[in-house]
């Protein structure tokens, strides 16, 4: 009897945390702009909670920077065989988020749909996504917006 309780309260657990993306939206980005000094500053329209015991009081701006990697090849310099380092820059996934940790921006106010990043590297793909968050869940991700400061 005791596993039975166990198990339901685990199935009760489960289906709220699937359900709560579906509580909150996820944010549309209106607006990215380029500063100077190097960064950026994005701005997206608010949401709301569906349910209105838990009220949306922030947001996560989720900044993914290109990764870097490191190729190396064999080249002929003056008849002479090298091994040579190049860097190149990843692709961002076309439809789906980067697998790789992004930094997190928290705006802990539900009123201020907008942030500030002045972390840049320039020549630097960066790619931004907004999600609402609440006291119990953690909403929809943006579509996401790109910025690279030439």
Do not use: C, H
């Amino acid at each position: 009897m005791k596993v039975f309780y166990v198990l339901l309260l685990v199935a009760a657990a489960t289906s709220s945390i699937l359900k709560a993306p579906e509580d909150i939206p996820a944010p549309r980005l209106l607006r990215l702009e380029a500063l100077d000094p190097p960064g950026f500053r994005v701005e997206w329209n608010p949401v709301k909670s569906k349910d209105e015991s838990d009220p949306v009081i922030g947001y996560k701006v989720k900044v993914w920077e290109q990764q870097s990697i490191k190729v190396y090849n064999y080249e002929v310099i003056d008849g002479v065989n090298m091994l040579v380092e190049q860097t190149i820059l990843s692709e961002f996934p076309r439809d789906d988020v980067p697998e790789w940790e992004p930094t997190v921006l928290m705006v802990e106010s539900a009123a201020n749909p907008a942030a500030q990043y002045n972390n840049v590297k320039v020549g630097v793909q960066y790619e931004i996504r907004v999600q609402a968050y609440s006291n119990k869940y953690e909403g929809a991700l943006s579509d996401a917006m790109r910025i690279k400061i030439t």
